[in-house]
């Protein structure tokens, strides 16, 4: 899901870290490509919500937000928290 505006953002945190239906687990983008966690997304809101608001390309401007498949070694940029897959061995 395309994330645009503050509200887009509000929207998916409020939805939770996992996808409806099927509960598969959620990570954000950023526009320069990093991933990060749910938690770090909810941790940092204001700071995203300043670069979503700015179109700020910082770091912190999430663009996205969507499941991860099958990539086990996916870690969020920010804080090194592993992002489980929903397929692949965690």
């Known amino acids: ?21 099927g509960c598969y687990p959620l990570y954000f983008l950023t526009h320069d490509g990093a991933a990060l966690s749910f938690q770090a997304v909810k941790d940092e809101r204001q700071q995203i919500e300043d670069s979503i608001k700015d179109k700020c390309d910082d770091g912190w401007w999430v663009v996205a ?3 991860n498949w099958e990539d086990t070694s996916l ?5 090194n928290e592993k992002i489980p897959s929903a397929y692949g061995d965690n």
């Open 75 to 79: 870690y969020c940029d920010h804080t």
């Open 1 to 21: 899901m395309k994330i645009k505006t503050v509200e887009d953002l509000a929207r998916a945190i409020k939805q939770g870290p996992s996808s409806w239906p």
């Open 65 to 67: 937000v969507d499941v």
